[in-house]
């Protein structure tokens, strides 16, 4: 009885963290132990076994979200080695759709968090701003997978998307002026107006799959 009574205690606190129901953290704390081989904690081995995965140009940016601190709300820098299912479900709140009964600021806390995260993935080096080169990087490995694409012309396609989102932000430019990244401020701006749900999300339900950032 008291066992029971602690877990189902540990699962409301774990409702109230996240804003999961306790039907859907069940299903994620199966879907936990299928990644971990019921182990206490997650590897990043562990995701190989992803098969959503294995064919996304992003994925080790997108197994990397999981260890960052920053998502993880631990730090400002740094991976972990390892994360337990509070973790875990920590990270999969970024991806939960919102919901239909928020008010317009819990809309926008939610959705500036969702692009916080998926800030964090572009910033590899935890500056506060995405530069030229984290962003070529992102387009390079994204158009990596295309044979008809060459490594210049991925790079010219990745210059020409960083400056347009460059001059959303500061708007016209110099051509003597330098800009030296897209802070997370400008990122919010560069997304305005976008459906981030249909940028990010989790089929969670599903326990055979698992995609994210389509």
Known sequence: MGAAHSASEEVRELVGKTGFSSDQIEQLHRRFKQLSGDQPTIRKENFNNVPDLELNPIRSKIVRAFFDNRNLRKGTSGLADEINFEDFL??????????????????????????????????????????????????????????????????????????????????????????????????????????????????????ETMALCH
């Not at 490594?151 to 210059?159: L, N, V």
């Not at 990244?181 to 990010?200: P, Y």
């Open 90 to 207: 920590t990270i999969m709140s970024y991806f939960r759709p919102i919901d239909i009964t928020m008010d317009e600021e819990q809309v926008q806390l939610c959705r500036k968090e969702k692009l916080r995260f998926l800030f964090h993935m572009y910033d590899s080096d935890s500056d506060g701003r995405i530069t030229l080169e984290e962003y070529r990087n992102v387009v390079e490995e994204l158009l990596s997978g295309n044979p008809h694409i060459e490594k210049e012309s991925a790079r010219s396609i990745a210059d020409g998307a960083m400056m347009e989102a460059a001059s959303v932000c500061v708007g016209q430019m110099e051509p003597d002026q330098v800009y030296e990244g897209i802070t997370f401020d400008d990122f919010l701006k560069i997304w305005q107006g976008i459906d981030i749900e249909t940028k990010m999300h989790v089929r969670f339900l599903n326990m």
